[in-house]
């Protein structure tokens, strides 16, 4: 029998807001232990929370961005449960009424489009944290982290397969760093996915009993638990035994999942309408407000692109992922508009410094290896056959080092193309005359040593000379 999986994934995504969520204190990831607390997100006695208005507003551009009804009325609730990262013994969240209900993220999975609903987005504050492994006798309670504003963003049970649900997860994540609402960075947590899965026999419409996954810090390890966790549920439930309600953890060592503990229910939670806070009031007009600032969205612009640019799809989606490499190839473009050649250079030369220098770990790319217009100028270059492609990957590296501008280093290292008939002429006479053997070969019918050519009159003119013209030129000479 053939199995599918069903898998819906839940989303906490740190916002970017500069305080707390109910408290004026600073909510910036890494610094020293409890340096960022107060007395509201201490829980001392007596404190009152109060909402921040940013935290709220980033929650409705979220919502608006994925299509879900902004509910004018939502309310905070208490999602009671004891642990020693939470000093209040429970966390404010939203259950009954979120702030945002339905909505639908659009993604691509090999250029193909799918859409996954949603089920709700809803605000919570973050946890503190608990270190365990400084000190061998005792652990420590750090709660900068307490009270930090989150958004939860549940999905349907849409996904059927993990590179699905990675692909889901990075449009996601790309339509929140558009948004400027979270950094996206998943390595300092600001960015976790949970993940619900359960297996049936294909073709069917029933859901079987679905475990939860945690604790999954990468796009990879995302794909590599589902993966695992897919077939480990095929083998119960083939074995004829039943797969456990129960929540398990990733284990990116050993590459398995393990029991963490049995599913908690909501009634464990003991829910109930916190008493500190009025209801959560949001009026048509400042929805639409937040709605007119909405910027362009990576899939609408994913869609120009291949609309307006004529690029593949492909090209689109990676130049569109995310809005600062998006807007800086539109800055290169507008001083050479030339959409595939500088599409490329952007996704082949640009794209692979900035993941060598790791550029791209914070929500905007401050210093970018080349200036746009510099990168503009070096295809401008290239088209006017003043450099050749495979010389401008010299003139581009040497960009990068010296941030100096391509004809400047065109100039200065003598590296422009030779398209002078006579001189290649010369250089390919140079280099027949030194190969009397591999010219014989050649003529009594050896064809690929063409190739050997080539590669000489391009050594002898190093590099400089027009490839089309010393192919030309070698035919006529060699009488092919
Ligand atoms: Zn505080």
């Given at each position: 029998?053939?199995?599918e999986a069903?898998?819906?994934?839940?989303?906490?995504?740190q916002l970017?807001?500069?305080?707390k969520?109910?408290?004026?204190?600073?909510?910036?990831?890494?610094?020293?232990?409890?340096?960022?607390?107060?007395?509201?997100?201490?829980?001392?006695?007596?404190?009152?929370?109060?909402?921040?208005?940013?935290?709220?507003e980033?929650?409705?551009?979220?919502?608006?961005?994925s299509?879900?009804?902004?509910?004018?009325?939502?309310?905070?609730?208490?999602?009671?449960y004891?642990y020693?990262?939470?000093p209040?013994?429970?966390?404010?969240?939203?259950?009954?009424?979120?702030i945002?209900?339905?909505?639908?993220?659009?993604?691509l999975?090999?250029?193909?489009?799918?859409?996954?609903?949603?089920?709700?987005?809803?605000?919570e504050?973050?946890?503190g944290?608990?270190?365990?492994?400084?000190?061998?006798?005792?652990?420590?309670?750090?709660?900068?982290?307490?009270?930090?504003p989150?958004?939860?963003i549940?999905?349907?049970?849409?996904?059927?397969?993990?590179?699905?649900?990675?692909?889901?997860?990075?449009?996601?994540?790309?339509?929140?760093?558009y948004l400027?609402?979270?950094d996206?960075?998943m390595?300092?947590?600001?960015?976790?996915?949970?993940?619900?899965?359960?297996?049936?026999?294909?073709?069917s419409?029933?859901?079987g009993?679905?475990?939860e996954?945690k604790?999954?810090?990468?796009?990879?390890?995302?794909?590599?638990?589902?993966?695992?966790?897919?077939e480990?549920q095929?083998e119960?439930?083939?074995?004829?035994?039943?797969?456990?309600?129960?929540?398990?953890?990733?284990?990116a060592?050993?590459?398995?999942?393990r029991?963490?503990?049995?599913?908690e229910?909501?009634?464990?939670?003991?829910?109930?309408?916190d008493p500190?806070?009025?209801?959560?009031?949001v009026?048509?007009?400042?929805?639409?407000?937040?709605?007119a600032?909405?910027?362009?969205?990576?899939?609408?612009?994913?869609e120009?692109f291949v609309?307006?640019?004529?690029?593949?799809a492909?090209?689109?989606?990676?130049?569109?992922?995310?809005?600062d490499?998006?807007?800086?190839?539109?800055?290169a473009?507008r001083?050479?508009?030339?959409?595939?050649a500088?599409?490329?250079?952007?996704?082949?030369?640009?794209?692979?410094?900035?993941r060598?220098?790791?550029?791209?770990?914070?929500?905007?790319?401050?210093?970018?290896?080349?200036?746009?217009?510099?990168?503009a100028?070096?295809v401008?270059?290239?088209?006017?056959?003043?450099?050749s492609?495979?010389?401008a990957?010299?003139?581009?590296?040497?960009?990068?080092?010296?941030?100096?501008?391509?004809?400047?280093?065109?100039?200065?290292?003598?590296?422009?193309q030779?398209?002078?008939?006579?001189?290649?002429?010369?250089a390919v006479?140079?280099?027949?005359?030194?190969?009397?053997d591999?010219?014989?070969?050649?003529?009594?019918?050896?064809?690929?040593?063409?190739?050997?050519?080539?590669?000489?009159?391009?050594?002898?003119?190093?590099g400089?000379?027009?490839p089309?013209q010393?192919n030309?030129?070698?035919?006529?000479?060699l009488?092919?």
């Amino acid at each position: 029998m053939s199995y599918e999986a069903v898998i819906g994934l839940e989303v906490h995504a740190q916002l970017l807001t500069r305080s707390k969520l109910f408290c004026a204190c600073s909510a910036e990831f890494g610094a020293p232990p409890n340096t960022h607390t107060c007395p509201v997100c201490m829980a001392l006695p007596g404190v009152l929370p109060v909402p921040n208005r940013r935290a709220v507003e980033f929650a409705i551009r979220a919502g608006l961005a994925s299509g879900c009804r902004i509910a004018p009325t939502s309310r905070w609730a208490r999602k009671n449960y004891f642990y020693p990262d939470l000093p209040k013994a429970y966390q404010i969240s939203q259950y009954e009424a979120p702030i945002c209900v339905g909505g639908t993220i659009r993604f691509l999975l090999d250029t193909e489009e799918k859409r996954v609903r949603l089920t709700r987005i809803h605000l919570e504050e973050d946890a503190g944290k608990n270190i365990h492994d400084a000190h061998a006798d005792s652990s420590l309670v750090d709660l900068n982290r307490a009270g930090v504003p989150l958004l939860e963003i549940v999905s349907e049970p849409d996904l059927r397969s993990p590179a699905e649900a990675a692909a889901y997860l990075r449009s996601l994540r790309s339509i929140l760093q558009y948004l400027e609402v979270c950094d996206g960075n998943m390595e300092e947590g600001s960015f976790r996915c949970d993940a619900n899965i359960s297996v049936r026999p294909a073709g069917s419409s029933e859901l079987g009993t679905r475990a939860e996954v945690k604790n999954m810090n990468s796009f990879r390890s995302v794909e590599r638990a589902l993966e695992y966790e897919i077939e480990r549920q095929i083998e119960v439930v083939s074995g004829g035994g039943r797969v456990v309600q129960e929540t398990r953890l990733w284990d990116a060592d050993r590459e398995a999942t393990r029991s963490m503990r049995s599913k908690e229910f909501a009634h464990d939670y003991r829910y109930f309408p916190d008493p500190d806070l009025p209801p959560l009031v949001v009026d048509e007009a400042w929805i639409e407000s937040v709605r007119a600032s909405l910027p362009e969205l990576p899939f609408e612009r994913r869609e120009r692109f291949v609309r307006v640019l004529g690029l593949p799809a492909y090209d689109a989606e990676v130049l569109t992922a995310r809005r600062d490499v998006a807007d800086y190839y539109e800055a290169a473009l507008r001083r050479h508009p030339d959409p595939k050649a500088v599409g490329n250079w952007v996704m082949d030369a640009v794209l692979r410094i900035v993941r060598e220098k790791k550029l791209d770990q914070r929500l905007r790319i401050e210093k970018w290896p080349v200036a746009p217009e510099h990168l503009a100028a070096l295809v401008a270059l290239i088209d006017a056959g003043t450099i050749s492609g495979k010389i401008a990957k010299t003139v581009f590296d040497e960009m990068v080092t010296s941030g100096s501008p391509p004809d400047v280093i065109v100039a200065e290292r003598g590296l422009v193309q030779v398209t002078d008939a006579a001189s290649i002429g010369a250089a390919v006479d140079q280099v027949l005359a030194a190969n009397p053997d591999k010219v014989a070969e050649y003529r009594a019918g050896k064809e690929k040593l063409f190739g050997f050519f080539v590669g000489q009159v391009m050594r002898a003119t190093e590099g400089k000379a027009n490839p089309k013209q010393v192919n030309e030129l070698l035919r006529q000479k060699l009488g092919g």
